[in-house]
């Protein structure tokens, strides 16, 4: 399957804002679709699921799954429409250990929906975080 996954480097340290997320995707061109940006909470061994569709005119799909707690620890699976996984991805998937996990899906996505999976790997009270 020509997919490909490309991990972006991210230079703000512990930055935690949603603002971050929405800036990620909409820095990268119109056909550029995100995961639709939402702030929620997770606690211990929860998982919350994120959707978005993407149209035959998506180029790129980020994900920007960011927490800012580095010492709480999220994991993050990534499902294509087929049903493909991709993951877990931890903090450090993006080489940064920020409380962050920025990636960029290219190569054409495959149009359809796809999903994330949010899961409260290592999580202590309630954590926010967007996505
Ligand atoms: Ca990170
Ligand atoms: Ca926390």
């Known amino acids: 399957m020509a997919f490909l996954v490309f991990l972006l480097c991210v230079s703000a340290a512990g930055?935690?804002?949603s603002e971050?997320?929405?800036d990620a995707v909409s820095s990268g061109s119109n056909e550029t679709i995100g995961i639709k940006s939402v702030t929620t909470t997770i606690t211990q061994g929860e998982v919350n699921w994120h959707t978005t569709y993407v149209?035959?005119?998506n180029s790129a799909m980020i994900v920007d799954l960011n927490w800012g707690d580095?010492?709480?620890s999220l994991q993050l699976y990534v499902y294509d429409p087929s049903g493909n996984s991709y993951g877990p991805y931890y903090d450090s998937a993006d080489g940064s250990n920020n409380g962050r996990i920025n990636l960029l899906l290219d190569n054409t996505p495959e149009v359809g929906t796809?999903?994330?999976k949010v899961y409260g790997y290592h999580v202590?009270?309630?954590e926010d975080y967007s996505i």
């Open 55 to 57: 149209s035959s005119s």
């Open 70 to 72: 580095t010492t709480d």
């Open 20 to 22: 971050t997320a929405i």
């Open 114 to 116: 796809w999903r994330c």
């Open 15 to 17: 930055a935690k804002s």
């Open 124 to 126: 202590i009270g309630t």
